[in-house]
């Protein structure tokens, strides 16, 4: 199963390459699939590439993958880079509403705010 998933995601990456403007498959149809057979890591890819970062988080909250999130928001959320700094704040809006203790996840992201002063 995990073979097929790599060839997956292979498939994905070499028919998006940076250069492309478009990808050489319908995008629309790649996310359908992907969400289909809920394969993560082509979700992922496939929102990076649309530029649909609110996306990406939505995905990681969804599997509560927190370190997942927080990279995300290091890679999307950086303003001086022309990221979305609003993504700092959903994912605290977010990891504040979880059960359970996640103490240290918002103490990353807390962190993260103070000191790029999002």
């Known amino acids: 199963m995990q073979a097929r998933r790599d060839k997956a995601r ?9 250069h ?3 990808p050489i498959y319908d995008p629309e149809h790649a996310l359908v699939l992907c969400r289909q057979h ?7 890819l ?3 590439k649309k530029r649909l970062h609110k996306e990406v988080l939505a995905v990681h909250m969804a599997a509560q993958d927190y ?3 927080i990279a995300a928001c290091i890679q999307y959320g950086d303003a ?7 993504l700092w704040a959903d994912a605290l809006e977010y990891l504040c509403k979880q ?3 996640c103490s240290e996840p918002v103490s990353q992201v807390l962190q993260h705010i ?3 002063r999002v």
Do not use: F
């Not at 292979?10 to 940076?18: E, I, K, N, V």
């Open 80 to 86: 001086a880079s022309g990221g979305e700094p609003q």
């Open 46 to 48: 496939l929102y990076d």
């Open 114 to 116: 103070e000191a790029k």
């Open 10 to 18: 292979d498939l994905l990456q070499r028919g998006w390459q940076p």
């Open 38 to 44: 809920n394969y993560t890591p082509g979700l992922v």
């Open 99 to 101: 059960p359970g203790d």
């Open 20 to 22: 492309m403007a478009q």
């Open 67 to 69: 370190e997942g999130l």
